[in-house]
């Protein structure tokens, strides 16, 4: 089936640091969406993208949709302990296959005081 | 952001038992409703699509008659995992679509014991 690849699976910060992370997929996608999930609850929504090109922020985080459609990336400035947890991206295919999203393996962060 | 519950959210039980789990859309109405399942450290894993009023569509190798779903509403749909067995342990998290978006419910934690 689709898969989306995303990187890294897991980081080791320093509070205070700035985070990246990316999907990356040989599919076109016309919906990206990035998630943080913490243990023992689902998924929290933490921003949509749509259309190609589009650069999104919500607080410090900052998502782009990319440019190709098959990637996207997220990035978080200035990490704070509360940012621990796993982010997930996932797509949207342009061909919809019902309308199910396809999920990333997940970036696990630990960010140290 | 819109609000998915879910109902319960741990569950223990006996082999051989079946088990129903509840997901509601709280502020919004939702012809299309996602369940999923979630081992430990891993993403999340496409089990079927609930469409209201109609049947379910299943992802390949997902037993329909072990996972019953019904989608009787616009802001209800329910997972019943039939004769439950100890590999059917797992984390179940269902999804809501509002416009592009899909919003997660908390997740239900079941134990077969």
């Known amino acids: 089936g689709q898969q989306l690849n995303q990187s890294p699976q897991s980081m080791f910060i320093q509070e205070g640091e700035d985070v990246s992370m990316n999907c990356t997929s040989s599919s076109i996608f016309n919906t990206w969406l990035w998630y943080k999930q913490e243990p023992g609850e689902g998924p929290v929504l933490l921003i949509a993208l749509y259309k190609a090109g589009e650069l999104t922020s919500n607080g410090r985080l900052t998502a782009q949709f990319g440019i190709t459609r098959k990637d996207s990336f997220l990035n978080i400035s200035a990490s704070i302990p509360s940012d621990v947890g796993i982010y997930f991206c996932?797509?949207?295919?342009?061909?919809?296959?019902?309308?199910?999203?396809?999920f990333g393996q997940g970036t696990e962060l630990s960010v140290k005081p | 952001g819109a609000v998915v519950s879910q109902h319960p959210s741990r569950v223990i039980c006996k082999s051989g038992t079946s088990v129903k789990i509840e997901c509601r859309s709280l502020d919004f109405q939702a012809t299309t409703m996602f369940w999923y399942r979630q081992f430990p450290k891993q993403s999340l894993m496409l089990m079927a699509t609930?469409?209201?009023?109609?049947?379910?569509?299943?992802e390949q190798g997902v037993e329909k008659d072990k996972f019953l779903i019904n989608h009787a509403s616009l802001t209800l749909s329910t997972l019943t995992v039939t004769s439950a067995h100890p590999e059917d342990s797992s984390f179940y998290i269902c999804?809501?679509?509002?416009?592009?978006?899909?919003?997660f419910g908390p997740g239900t934690r079941l134990t077969v014991l």
């Open positions: 996932a797509g949207r295919l342009v061909y919809n296959q019902g309308g199910k999203l396809i």
């Open positions: 999804s809501a679509r509002e416009s592009g978006e899909q919003f």
């Open positions: 609930s469409n209201e009023g109609s049947k379910a569509t299943y």
